[in-house]
T-cell receptor, first 115, second 113 residues
Framework: EAGVVQSPRYKIIEKKQPVAFWCNPI?????LYWYLQNLGQGPELLIR????????DSQLPKDRFSAERLKGVDSTLKIQPAELGDSAVYLC?????????????FGEGSRLTVL | GNSVTQMEGPVTLSEEAFLTINCTYT??????LFWYVQYPGEGLQLLLK?????DKGSNKGFEATYRKETTSFHLEKGSVQVSDSAVYFC????????????FGSGTQLTVLP
């Protein structure tokens, strides 16, 4: 079974440029998450989807960040414009609504460097 | 709000040494507790979990016991291997929001042969 797939793995951009990350969750997983992981820190939730509905986006900085999960499968996280402080790893995870509570399956992450 | 505090790393041990990584938490209600592990070049994966006080989670020789009286969930392994080298994250989910995890900052473990 394929795991959570993210792309790109690495992205280097200059500040004020836009950037987008893509995530394909495990087939059949209803719930999709985007997490932000700063260096030396644990992941922090940005947004959670149940199917195509964003049910928790309270931590998403909506002035520059946006996300979508059309058709309730894969998802895109966008930053526009990027700032130096956005340099981090962006993690995507998925889970089954009826799976083990708290068991999330993570992708390898997309590492963003903003110059 | 919810928070998780882990012992700071990095931790370096020799093979077959005993491992303890401390984790304490602050949460309302009755959280579930987790340890996730991130091996080099891979995504985080669930290592073990405990859903109520005095539960012991175990997997791959690792154990952790949910101690409500001390709000702790320390990770232990009796004899570590080189292949255990990874970053370990303690996490909790509060009752009522079981699919939203709060993570600690992670502890880097290196096991030397």
């Amino acid at each position: 079974e394929a795991g959570v797939v993210q792309s790109p793995r690495y992205k280097i951009i200059e500040k004020k440029q836009p950037v987008a990350f893509w995530c394909n969750p495990i087939s059949g997983h209803n719930t999709l998450y985007w997490y932000l992981q700063n260096l030396g820190q644990g992941p922090e939730l940005l947004i959670r989807y149940e199917n195509e509905e964003a049910v928790d986006d309270s931590q998403l900085p909506k002035d520059r960040f946006s996300a979508e999960r059309l058709k309730g499968v894969d998802s895109t996280l966008k930053i526009q414009p990027a700032e130096l402080g956005d340099s981090a790893v962006y993690l995507c995870a998925s889970s089954l609504r009826r799976g083990i509570a708290g068991e999330l399956f993570f992708g390898e992450g997309s590492r963003l460097t903003v110059l | 709000g919810n928070s998780v505090t882990q012992m700071e790393g990095p931790v370096t041990l020799s093979e077959e040494a005993f491992l303890t990584i401390n984790c304490t938490y602050t949460a309302t209600g009755y959280p579930s507790l987790f340890w996730y592990v991130q091996y080099p070049g891979e995504g985080l994966q669930l290592l073990l979990k405990a859903t109520k006080a005095d539960d012991k989670g175990s997997n791959k020789g690792f154990e952790a016991t949910y101690r409500k009286e001390t709000t702790s969930f320390h990770l232990e392994k009796g004899s570590v291997q080189v292949s255990d080298s990874a970053v370990y994250f303690c996490a909790l989910s509060s009752s009522g929001s079981a699919r939203q995890l709060t993570f600690g900052s992670g502890t880097q473990l290196t096991v030397l042969p």
